[in-house]
């Protein structure tokens, strides 16, 4: 199963804690953790510091307190305990499916449980607003779309049109 998954497992940057302007990426792949840092400081004793790069494998980042500390500081122990989970072998493969392949799978899904799955995470509350999702909904509720109704859900959203009353929708036909 972790075949299937990319060379490179999460990756994100940041700037250190103030007053410090030092950069930080931290970079995760199948087989190790990689921590890098660009020192940046206007004074002249940091100059010529080079950039820095500390890799371990999984195993060894899980008992390096010191790089993990690193990572809290800098990233937040949301991430740390989220890289810590990589490290274990945890994957959470739904995070990398694509977002046409979640639309597919989530249009599927009552409103009510459409509505709950927006409340997991920033990206479900995203694809479950977004405009693809709902023409999808639309398509498969209605026998028919006209081109006026089809112009309306662009100009509305088909989020909007699709929880607009019958007698609603016809007002707003007509003004057009």
Known sequence: MASWLPETLFETVGQGPPPSK???QLLVTRTQVIFRW????LRSEYRSTKPGEAKEIHEDFLENLHLQGQTALIFGTRIL????NLCEGKFDFLERLSDNLLLNIISYLDLEDIARLSQTSHRFAKLCMSDKLWEQIVQSTCHT???DVRALAEDTGWRQLFFTN?????RQLRKR
Request: aromatic share 22%; no cysteine; net charge positive.
């Open 166 to 170: 019958k007698l609603q929708l016809q």
């Open 81 to 84: 305990n989220y890289v810590i």
């Open 145 to 147: 779309i006209t081109p």
């Open 22 to 24: 030092d950069y930080y």
């Open 38 to 41: 660009w020192k940046i400081s």
